[in-house]
């Protein structure tokens, strides 16, 4: 019986003549539709494309073919060209091309009336870029022309909200070409691969996160960048992956702001950072970057100072720790840097060399305008400092930039200029500080040119740490040095400096520092050479106070100096121990106590010239030269009346007592008629306390040619406001 149903209900469908036609009419049309799609439709679009496209951007474009599929919705381009406006216009004509466009809409589009894109694909898109001058591109004429355009009007735009959905976006092989001719420089960007699984603003998927992808290689070196977004929902947000492996900076130096004189060498970046983006309704947008990045082999020449040199170093590495690019918060970092130098050209070692540097903190506090650094830490720094034979030091030079034609400066300021430095100068300046500064097994060598045959000063190790170093000056920090110098000598120190205003106080030890490789610095003040002598001093040094009050006391001894007359070329003085103790000096009021002062095996070399001039006075080189010693009868008498005025005042200087031992004078005395000479020998004796206006008792025994015995005693006041003497000398058995 049920197929008998059947049967009647199809014999009714076949002789129902309406239903046979409607059926027909639409067997016909999707017949057409198919072959318009399949045949015509990709021929009348491929012309159309080409021919609008062409006068829209003034370019040749070309389109090898177009394939529609009308049942499955799905378009493919094959071979799109869009030439250059000129031809021969770099390496070839095509300004950009796609190997292949893909792309499937889903049929659920013609339910909804909103485009769902289930596939767009983009294969071997590539664009080629040419800079002609400073402003001026192959596309310049497009972008001037498009942002000329009016945007039409604004009462007919539709302010509602544009509904999509698209699925596995991807763009695959692109290349990205910049030729700059400008720079004279190339820039190549190639595999590049992008790609979004998903994203749409339907409100089932506003809280969807969308996991986009991007990678290629930078001239030749690995570029990636991943992570996930969230764009439509109410709290924007995003976290994305940056990636860079070995990038050449010389192939991008161009377009370095750097200034000029200043050539980069060589340079390579590597990063793997994570920013984190976050926006939300009446808020402000927060921007967090962290992660890690480094540049290596880097190494630049700096032209644009009187003595170039060249810096590198190994390896950078930055560790970010949150930075808010926002600026609402302190960001944070840690920063390493290994293998760094600084050279002149053509010189084989270093003038400066770090090892190593690390910086365990750096906060960095936009809002209250202050950066503190933690633990700042040097390893086995080296030094080679030269002072030239002109006396200029080799690394002043390197920091002293070479003279620039100055502009005229307008006199007149306008208003705005005015407010403006008003305005800065009442903004909040930044605050530093480092919380610790250590300096581990360093090295400093320096080298005086001015002497010959003299030894450089080596001090190696050299152990520095400082702690609270505030850069205002306000806060005083705390220091501790030790130092071992020349091998036998050694210094070590520690106490605290503040310099706004000015105050500090050291506990000092130093032993046995050789001072024949510093004299250089004294080079012109003095006419003797100094072949030997070594200082040491323990005790303590200040100052503080306005005006500045600077005290010092301690023991001070200077052993085994030998001086040379340049003059005569013949040893001046010598002595194996030069003690002073109990040292207490004070410039305000000025006043200088000492407690003793011990001469021990000394020699002097005593001349008296014809002219009646001591061969000590001349030890002391004056200004001007001998010219200046040609002076008339009324110059030396106003001298000698300012001799006079300046010797009534008293000298706070008070000796507790002297003491000479083991001394040798050889006098040459060639002003009386006939010459006379003695050698004294064996000298001892002492001076009891000195002070102004209090003559101290002298007592002093020797021997006159190793034969006769000399007896010297008197009183002397040598710091008085008058110059006293009352000295006797006895001499028996002389020929």
Known sequence: RAYIMQTESLRRFVTNKRLRASLGVLVIFVVIFGLLGYFWLPGYAKDKLEAELSGIIHRPVSIQSIDIQPFSLELIVR????????????????????????????????VHQLPIVTS????????????????????????EEFSEKPEGDSDKKDDSKSMFSISNIVIESGRFEFVDHFKNSYQKISEINFGI???????????????????????????????????????????????????????????????????????YVDSNLQLIYTQEADQKTKMLLSGNTSLRKFEFENKATKEPYNINFEQLDVMLIDIDLSGQKSAELVMELAGASLMHPEKKE????????????????????NVVLGLVKLDQFRASIRREEDGRLNLIQSFTPLPVKKEPVQEEETEQEVAEGDSEGTDKPWATKIESLQIADAALNFEDLTLTKTAPVVVSPLNVNIY???????????????????????????????????????IIDAKDVDLVPLQGWADGYLNALLTRGEMSFEGEV?????????????????????????????????????????????????????????????????????????????????EGGAEEKMTSVKSVTVTQIQVESEVDKSTPIHIGKVILKGGNIDFNDQFIKPNYRANLTDITGQISSLAPENPGKLRINGVVDKSAPLEITGELDPFGGDLFLDISAKITGID
């Open 350 to 369: 270093p003038v400066l060399s770090l090892p190593k540097l690390v910086i365990n903190k750096i906060v960095i506090d936009p809002l209250q305008k």
């Open 197 to 267: 699984p998903f994203i749409s603003n339907f409100e089932n998927d506003l809280k969807t996160w969308i996991d986009p992808y991007f990678n290629a290689k930078v001239n030749g070196s690995p570029f990636a960048l991943s992570g996930k977004v969230r764009p439509f929902s109410g709290k924007q947000e995003a976290t994305l992956d940056l990636k860079l492996s070995n990038i050449d900076l010389m192939q991008m130096k161009e377009y370095s702001p750097v200034p000029i004189g200043i050539n980069l060498l060589s340079g």
């Open 468 to 506: 609270n170093i505030d850069f205002s000056g306000v806060d005083p920090l705390n220091m501790t040095l030790e130092a071992t110098i020349n091998k036998r000598g050694s210094l070590e120190t520690n106490g605290s400096l503040a310099w706004s205003p000015l105050a500090f106080n050291f």
């Open 542 to 622: 200040g100052a503080t106070g306005e005006p500045l009050r600077v005290t010092l006391s301690g023991e001070s001894k200077f052993s085994n100096f030998n001086i040379f007359d340049k003059g005569s070329a013949a040893d001046f003085l010598h002595w194996r121990n030069f003690d002073i103790s109990g040292i207490k000096f004070a410039n305000e009021p000025f006043r200088i106590d000492i407690a003793s002062v011990a001469i021990n095996d000394f020699f002097a070399n005593v001349r008296l010239s014809p002219n009646g001039e001591i061969n000590l006075k001349n030890i002391i080189r004056e």
């Open 120 to 143: 767009l694909t983009i294969k071997k898109p590539v664009l080629y870029l040419i800079r002609k001058g400073e402003n001026r591109f192959n596309i310049s004429d497009l972008i």
């Open 79 to 110: 071979d799109f060209r869009v030439g250059k406006k000129i031809e021969n216009e770099g390496t070839n004509n095509v300004l950009f091309s796609v190997g292949e466009l893909y792309v499937n809409v889903s049929t659920a589009s013609i």
